[in-house]
């Protein structure tokens, strides 16, 4: 256990000296665009919508204040039908801005993990949804540190839709060996929202840097069968620890999907977890086929993803090992109309930058079927490592998505389903003044949008402190030639080293594009529709990374009913049936036992909800408790949906005395 807490810290440590390295590259290109950018103020910037909102932000190791790794989300917080625009930043705070540029509230998270005001940090991005089916949304997001001598209380808190801390909450981490001692190790990644167990409400998953993979009920009680444990944990049944967590932390961001179409949602993400080679017991043929970082365990490498079922359980053909790390988000989709779904993912870059070797493992994007293999044309090598996270969009005109990806070779690559290039990529996109900038080897993504109204997609990505613009066919359509250039030019007077959003916040039909570093940016896209295939980190607000689709639900999830023996009264109960997701989606219902029992209507379309009277007939029941159990199916071109299958009971329980008593209501 000693060697393995060794590999642990040293590679904790390692991962903030790469983010050290990463924020000072960006600030020190910052400073020279914001000269540049002095010279002539006018020079083809696009003005914003409205006024900048500036932003709490803290102090960057090189004195800037621009290092904010959260990337903003869109959605509707008070019911006014327009969409709200939801930031949290590196000082700990979570804002509300509404259409209109106004600061809806401003929540500083510090006090509720039992910190100074002001002393909290959020790197982890917010994810929206309504998670306890009240009607108002809930936001979600991770916090803690990311430096390695700063003590925070790392966790996961949600807020009501008006920005009150919802009870329950937050949920703190595990203080694990990394330093400091006595502070909750961080949630660096974004948390995904998803009813896991089918009941109507929502689950939140989310992984951290305690090397655990959570899913809380929306009260903070803890899913059964979490946090899992790692398959390491088979192999070293006597390390302590590893029945409940997996042997290394967690960067990239988990997506939910139903993979294998059994109806209920698997988590996946890529982890830190390298495997041990044969020299170590209960070999699996692992091999590391570069020399190890200085002071490394011998014969410890790689990455891993993991796919866990909505039990927590490992699903079949994972973890999958992979020789370099893997901190890259899944990008999820079915690709080849089989009802089971495949994702797309980058690498990492932790063996390139710190093994004498600088092995090119990371040097690619993966596609992997439900069961983890490759898929046919996949992997794709790239110039560099692939930190970032892919996104899928219509951006060829094929009414297919293709996957995108920006690699820390400072190209932009796009490929189709079947792994073969999108003419015009890989490209090299350029900033306002003309320039590669920096590599592209943070924990960012990409935004899918029609920008100018041709209907195909284009590609959204931050790149020093514009936000960049490429067509579908390679040709960058934002400025590169500041001050004397025709294209616009996206400025946000700072770094920016997260993903932007689009969408249309004041619903005049055009899209509206979104950035944070220390300000809020916002800007009309006057050319574009408002059709996004993906329009913000993780595709949606409730960060699933995947398509989002139709969702049954039934309510109320059972019924009881007392009757006198040998009443012929028949028995009426309306249940609810109702698509939470875009679209419509088939079902179908029958009853167990079903004599004397009536449906109208037993099966139909739903696009948002219909009700079912369900009619029993007590005639001939004994005295005792009977239970029908009404059978609920959902479908979709005969893919199960989200939500299906539900049972739900009605108990008719037959009494010999039954009596009535009438209370008065007292109101205050």
């Not at 930058?353 to 069961?371: C, E, I, M, T």
């Not at 079903?594 to 209507?601: T, Y």
């Amino acid at each position: 256990m000693n060697i393995k807490l060794k590999v642990e810290l040293c590679k904790k440590s390692s991962w903030l000296f790469v983010l050290f390295f990463v924020i000072g590259t960006a600030v020190f290109l910052n400073f020279l665009i914001v000269d540049h950018a002095a010279a002539d103020p006018d020079g083809g910037v696009t003005p914003p919508k409205w006024s900048p909102v500036s932003l709490p932000s803290d102090s960057c190791p090189s004195g800037d204040t621009n290092c904010h790794y959260s990337s903003p989300v869109l959605a509707d917080l008070n019911d006014d039908n327009f969409l709200d625009i939801i930031v949290a930043t590196n000082k700990g705070h979570v804002l509300a801005i509404d259409h209109n540029g106004h600061v809806l509230w401003d929540r500083d998270t510090a006090p509720s993990f039992g910190m100074a005001a002001g002393t909290q940090e959020i790197h982890s991005s917010p994810a929206i949804a309504d998670i306890d089916n009240d009607g108002r949304p809930e936001i979600v997001v991770g916090a803690g540190t990311i430096y390695g001598t700063v003590c925070t209380q790392g966790g996961v808190i949600v807020l009501e839709h008006d920005g009150q801390v919802k009870a329950g909450w937050p949920q703190l981490a595990v203080d694990e060996e990394t330093p400091p001692a006595g502070c909750r190790d961080t949630v660096f990644a974004s948390p995904a929202l998803g009813d896991l167990d089918k009941d109507g409400d929502l689950e939140i998953v989310a992984a951290g840097f305690d090397k655990r993979v959570y899913a809380w009920h929306h009260n903070g009680t803890l899913v059964a069968g979490f946090p899992p444990a790692s398959a390491l944990h088979h192999r070293f049944p006597t390390w302590p620890g590893l029945d409940h967590k997996l042997g290394d932390n967690t960067w990239g961001s988990p997506a939910l999907a139903d993979l294998d179409n059994d109806g209920n949602l698997d988590i996946v993400l890529g982890t830190g977890e390298g495997n041990f080679d044969d020299s170590y017991g209960n070999g699996t043929g692992w091999v590391c086929p570069y020399a190890l970082p200085a002071g490394w365990a011998p014969g410890y490498c790689g990455g891993s993803i993991y796919a866990f079922s909505h039990t927590g359980a490992i699903k079949s053909g994972f973890p999958r090992y992979v020789l370099e790390e893997v901190g890259s988000t899944p990008a999820v989709i079915d690709v080849n109309g089989d009802g089971k779904l495949e994702f797309f993912m980058g690498m990492g870059h932790f063996y390139n930058l710190r093994s004498p070797d600088h092995p090119q493992y990371g040097f690619k994007v993966l596609g992997l079927d439900s069961q983890g293999n490759n898929l046919p044309g996949w992997p794709q090598a790239t110039g560099g490592n692939v930190v970032m996270s892919p996104s899928l969009g219509d951006i060829a005109g094929d009414d297919q998505p293709e996957v995108v990806v920006i690699a820390d070779d400072r190209k932009l690559y796009a490929w189709h389903l079947n792994g073969t290039a999108v003419p015009g990529f890989p490209m090299t996109p350029k900033d306002q003044a003309g320039n590669p900038s920096s590599a592209f080897n943070t924990h960012m993504g990409l935004v899918m949008a029609d920008y100018d109204g041709d209907g195909k997609m284009e590609i959204f990505f931050n790149q020093s402190g514009v936000v960049n613009v490429v067509d579908g066919n390679g040709q960058q359509l934002t400025g590169t030639n500041f001050p004397n250039n025709t294209k616009p030019i996206y400025y946000a007077y700072g770094v920016l080293i997260n993903t932007p959003a689009v969408g249309d916040i004041d619903n005049d039909g055009k899209l509206e594009l979104v950035a944070s570093n220390s300000s809020l940016y916002v800007w009309d896209l006057n050319q574009s529709t408002n059709r996004a295939d993906w329009p913000m980190f993780k595709k949606n607000p409730a960060r699933t990374a995947t398509e989002e689709e139709p969702s049954m639900m039934v309510s109320p999830g059972s019924f009881a009913v007392m009757v006198p023996s040998g009443s012929s009264n028949t028995i009426k109960v309306n249940l609810r049936v109702a698509n939470t997701g875009p679209g419509s989606f088939d079902w179908q219902a029958n009853a167990t036992p079903s004599n004397g029992v009536s449906m109208l209507p037993t099966s139909g379309t739903v696009s948002d909800e219909k009700t079912v009277q369900v009619s029993i007939n007590p005639s001939g029941l004994g005295v005792g408790v009977h239970d029908y159990v009404i059978h609920f199916e959902g479908s979709v071109s005969n893919k199960i949906v989200a939500g299906s299958p539900i049972n739900v009971t009605i108990r008719v329980v037959v009494a010999n005395h039954v009596h009535k008593s009438f209370l008065p209501m007292i109101t205050k």
